[in-house]
């Protein structure tokens, strides 16, 4: 177990296969965190904490924490999916204390392998659960509601009591938290007059495009009014809905990350497959980000979860646009 609180920014490796395989019980979890297999080749190698995790949302249950406090996310790990037939959720990778070690310099498991890594690596593969059943899935996502709890107490003062905490902990710059705090204050001040309500739009049955678009392409958003033409009275195109985050990025240029074509829905475990769906990254101006904020709270969300935009609501840019 780690002997002082991490930190963003601490250094930390990564422990062995075998270390690892001792604190898991038989689903392959630690206190209903699940070890995934997309995080075997993380095993012995160093990394930096990106940050801690003092709150996080789950789907329909917005202010989650850990009982333990003893989550943190490393930099650089997204889960890629490949062992859950490459699933594109994007979800940021949840690391439990016990499975990291501050990091030395000398000595770490990535430089000198112990003579069994590989077969302790398979015993650990061996026990790792990626499916409750035949079509419902095993992961960190699914198990996230019951590896958390609700915050007791008032929700308010827990608010500031977490930026506070992110503050000190490195999470978060002072600067990033007030205008955090300008955000949530302004979203607050426009749904009391009505104003800050997601678009909604005049169809039944949505509309659909195929752009094809490729990884690295350069789209712009297009307008709220072009927008709303492709939504139905909920705000939804297909049953997807467009966010106040996404609606705040209208007119703006960003890159294709990558196509989505398959997500694992954590409510259910159950594969959904989608069409014409992609996620953006390099949104500009660098003030519109492409993770979800989560709304009507103080603060951002660790999960950092994906904004996903059906095509029909972008458009490409040419090249010399974008030199422009």
């Known amino acids: 177990m780690m002997q002082s609180r991490l930190r963003a920014g601490d250094r930390v490796s990564v422990r062995s296969p075998a270390e690892i395989l001792v604190t ?11 070890f995934m297999p997309e ?3 993380s095993c012995g190698r160093p990394f930096r904490i990106l940050r801690r995790v003092e709150k996080i949302c789950v789907a329909d249950h917005p202010w989650r924490r850990f009982v333990q406090d003893d989550v943190v996310m490393l930099d ?24 990291l070690r501050a990091f030395e310099h000398m000595g770490e498991p990535d430089s000198m392998p112990a003579p069994d890594f590989g ?18 899935y095993f992961c960190q996502s699914t198990e ?5 709890e609700s915050f007791s107490g008032e929700k308010r003062g827990w608010m500031f009591r977490i930026a506070l905490r992110a503050i000190r902990g490195g999470d978060l710059s002072a600067l990033r938290v007030l205008r955090l705090f300008a955000l949530w204050s302004w979203q ?88 014409d769906t992609v996620a953006l990254q390099n949104m500009r101006p660098q003030a ?31 090249h010399d646009q974008v030199e422009r």
């Open 24 to 34: 898991l019980d038989e689903n392959g979890a630690l206190e209903g965190v699940p």
């Open 39 to 41: 995080m075997l080749g």
């Open 76 to 99: 650089d790990s997204r889960c890629d999916g490949q062992s859950h037939d490459g699933c594109k959720h994007g979800c940021r990778v949840l690391w439990k204390e016990a499975w």
């Open 119 to 136: 077969a302790n690596l398979e015993a650990l593969r061996a026990r790792l659960k990626v499916k409750a059943g035949e079509n419902h």
């Open 144 to 148: 996230l509601l019951k590896a958390t």
């Open 188 to 275: 607050t001040l426009m749904q009391k007059l009505g104003r800050g309500q997601c678009p909604s739009g005049p169809h039944r049955r949505t509309p659909t495009q195929s752009l094809g678009l490729k990884p690295g392409e350069s789209v712009r958003v297009k307008s709220r009014a072009q927008i709303a033409e492709t939504l139905d009275q909920r705000g939804r195109n297909r049953g997807m809905h467009i966010g106040y985050e996404m609606m705040r990025c209208c007119g703006k240029q960003a890159e294709v990350r990558y196509r989505v074509d398959r997500i694992i829905d954590e409510r259910t475990g159950i594969m959904l497959e989608l069409a």
């Open 288 to 318: 519109l980000v492409e993770e979800c904020l989560c709304g009507g709270q103080l603060g951002d969300c660790p999960r950092g979860e994906l904004m996903y935009w059906r095509e029909i609501w972008l458009e490409r840019v040419g």
